[in-house]
Structures are given as C-alpha cells and as structure tokens.
C-alpha cells in the first residue's frame, strides 16, 4: 500500500505520464512542506519499479500490495535500484546537518553508472532540493542535463521559486495542494488513533492543510496549549497567576517539545484572531502579532530564557483580552 491520502490529481498525472510511454525524466514535486510530497515520491518510486519488475501492479493509484516482492525490498531500503538523498544526522547527534553536500550527489553516480538489477528502471528521491548546496545543485544539475535512460528523478521542493532556473526548466512540476479537513483528519486518526476529539481539531487547525506539520505536535496536548491561548485573550489574566504557572510549566527541561508548541501556537493564534477585528482593535493586534512573532521566532535560537519568554508572550496575549486594563506586565 501507498498510503497516500488526498493528491488524486497529482496521482493522476503522473500515472497518466507513465501511461504514455514518454514518461519525463524529472518531476519537481511542489508544494507546502509536510503536505505529503515526500510521501507521493517513494509511493511513485515503490509503484514504478514493482510495476516495472513484475508482477504488474493492478488499480488506478499508487499503491503496491504489501506481498509484492519488490515493495519488501524497498520497505527495507535493500532495492538495488533506488536512491533517496536526504541531510544526513550530524555524529552524535539526533540533528540533521544543515545541507545535502556534493559528495552524497557524487555518490549517486554509481547507480547511474550501472546497468537497473532488478528491472529497466531505477529512481532517485531528493529530499529536499531544497536542500542541496550550492556545488551540489550544479553537480545534480549535471545528472538531470544528460541522464541515463529509464532514471526517474522525485525531486521534493517545499520553495521551487528558490532553486536554480535551469533545474527548475528540466523538470516537469507537479504542485500540490493543502488537503482539506476530512483527509487531515484520516491520516492523523490514521498515525495518532489515541488523539481525542479535542487533540485531532487542535492539530488539523495547526497542520493547516499539511499533515506532516501537524503529526509533529502529536502527543504534545496542543488542544490545552490553544485553551490556555484562548484563556489569555479573552479573560486576560488579571493577577498574573496564569502567565506564572504556565512559563514555570513549560520551563522545565522535559517540557521542551511542548515550550516549542507553545512558540509556535502565539503567532497563529493572534493572526487567527486578527482576521476578524477592524479598525483600532485589529491594529492592535497586528502590532501583538508582530511582537509575538520576532519574540517566538528567535527564542530558540538565541536560548532566550523559556520561562520568561512565556511570561512574556502570555503578557501580549493578554493586551487583547476585551477588558486588559487589569492585566499588567
């Protein structure tokens, strides 16, 4: 199976690419991050070169029956045939460096110097080219100007206007669109089926279309965070004993994820608020807005201290409360 949900436009285009039996070389899979491109690529690759191996794949979509020899070996990243570049973790590190450097594009040159093992076809997923630096983008420039025969490039790019024109002008784009609320909400019930009602509308308003953003709040409560954001705009917190406990809550070490959550969640919040007041108030808040954004954006990475920086957020949530003359900070 794919598991891919929502994308049957672009599904069908590219079914409809290969059909013709002039399938394009390059495809720049476009569109906002987490929307679920890079989910469509290997699905496209899985789908490709299992059709292309044999057995033939049977149904309109994507999706390869999981007894299907070819889908195992890709499910265990053993396909001779199949290449998926990606930032690599940094040594002793959870992160992930911050580029996909020249010498991982040299080191795709032997697949494509080599005759497919398994059938006519190979492909190679880029995730993200975005990420490419800058001698590697005109080492893979190279690659996508003369490429071997029966090699699909799955290029995921999250800023196409970004990249090098003369990548973009070798490829064929396929732009993929926010899925709606329905389809948000089957693939989270999908990967989070412990989510409650309130936790699976907290994280479809937070995903806004993008399932990858929102499975990244998964576990995380999101649905008490927006009440505790809801509580502050619109009661405000006269004592100032909410704002309190809630930076010591979130100051603490294992709070980390959820302090992160809570960065994140200010800024839409008060542009959610934003979109339905005019005149003075809606100036008010943009001016919150925009203080809340410069605030939340750099706190992480200046290590602004998280117990003050909530306090301080809390505070500006608080200016927006219909009556805040009695909340102070």
Same mark, same amino acid.
């Given at each position: 199976?794919?598991?891919?949900?929502?994308?049957?436009?672009?599904?069908?285009?590219?079914?409809?690419?290969?059909?013709?039996?002039?399938?394009?070389?390059?495809?720049?899979?476009?569109?906002?991050?987490?929307?679920?491109?890079?989910?469509?690529?290997?699905?496209?690759?899985?789908?490709?070169?299992?059709?292309?191996?044999?057995?033939?794949?049977?149904?309109?979509?994507?999706?390869?029956?999981?007894?299907?020899? @070819?889908?195992?070996? @890709?499910?265990?990243?053993?396909?001779?045939?199949?290449?998926?570049?990606?930032?690599?973790?940094?040594?002793?590190?959870?992160?992930?460096?911050?580029? @996909?450097?020249?010498?991982?594009?040299?080191?795709?040159?032997?697949?494509?110097?080599?005759?497919?093992?398994?059938?006519?076809?190979?492909?190679?997923?880029?995730?993200?080219?975005?990420?490419?630096?800058?001698?590697?983008?005109?080492?893979?420039?190279?690659?996508?100007?003369?490429?071997?025969?029966?090699?699909?490039?799955?290029?995921?790019?999250?800023?196409?206007?970004?990249?090098?024109?003369?990548?973009?002008?070798?490829?064929?784009?396929?732009?993929?669109?926010?899925?709606?609320?329905?389809?948000?909400?089957?693939?989270?019930?999908?990967?989070?089926?412990?989510?409650?009602?309130?936790?699976?509308?907290?994280?479809?308003?937070?995903?806004?279309?993008?399932?990858?953003?929102?499975?990244?709040?998964?576990?995380?409560?999101?649905?008490? @965070?927006?009440?505790?954001?809801?509580?502050?705009?619109?009661?405000?917190?006269?004592?100032?004993?909410?704002?309190?406990?809630?930076?010591?809550?979130?100051?603490?070490?294992?709070?980390?994820?959820?302090?992160?959550?809570?960065?994140?969640?200010?800024?839409?919040?008060?542009?959610?608020?934003?979109?339905?007041?005019?005149?003075?108030?809606?100036?008010?808040?943009?001016?919150?807005?925009?203080?809340?954004?410069?605030?939340?954006?750099?706190?992480?990475?200046?290590?602004?201290?998280?117990?003050?920086?909530?306090?301080?957020?809390?505070?500006?949530?608080?200016?927006?409360?219909?009556?805040?003359?009695?909340?102070?900070?």
């Amino acid at each position: 199976m794919s598991g891919l949900v929502g994308h049957d436009v672009v599904i069908a285009a590219f079914r409809a690419g290969l059909a013709s039996g002039r399938m394009h070389h390059a495809w720049l899979l476009a569109g906002p991050q987490g929307v679920g491109k890079a989910s469509f690529a290997m699905a496209a690759a899985r789908y490709l070169l299992a059709d292309a191996a044999g057995p033939k794949v049977a149904g309109d979509g994507l999706d390869v029956p999981e007894e299907h020899p @070819i889908a195992h070996l @890709i499910d265990v990243g053993s396909h001779p045939d199949l290449r998926v570049l990606e930032r690599l973790s940094r040594p002793n590190s959870d992160e992930q460096a911050r580029n @996909i450097n020249i010498e991982q594009v040299r080191a795709i040159a032997s697949l494509l110097g080599n005759t497919p093992f398994m059938s006519p076809w190979r492909a190679v997923i880029v995730d993200a080219l975005d990420d490419l630096e800058r001698n590697a983008a005109n080492a893979f420039l190279k690659m996508l100007e003369e490429p071997p025969p029966n090699t699909l490039f799955l290029l995921v790019s999250h800023a196409p206007g970004r990249l090098l024109p003369t990548i973009r002008s070798r490829c064929r784009i396929l732009r993929f669109a926010p899925l709606a609320e329905a389809e948000m909400a089957k693939v989270i019930r999908a990967t989070v089926p412990a989510a409650n009602d309130a936790e699976l509308a907290a994280l479809i308003r937070v995903g806004e279309g993008a399932p990858g953003r929102a499975l990244h709040y998964a576990g995380l409560d999101l649905a008490a @965070i927006d009440r505790a954001l809801a509580s502050f705009t619109s009661d405000g917190d006269p004592t100032n004993a909410e704002r309190v406990r809630l930076a010591k809550a979130l100051a603490v070490k294992s709070a980390q994820p959820r302090y992160e959550a809570f960065l994140a969640r200010v800024p839409a919040h008060v542009a959610l608020l934003a979109r339905n007041r005019q005149g003075p108030s809606l100036a008010a808040a943009l001016g919150v807005w925009e203080k809340a954004r410069d605030l939340a954006g750099g706190a992480v990475r200046l290590s602004l201290d998280p117990q003050t920086t909530v306090f301080e957020l809390a505070g500006l949530l608080a200016t927006l409360a219909p009556d805040h003359s009695a909340s102070h900070g």
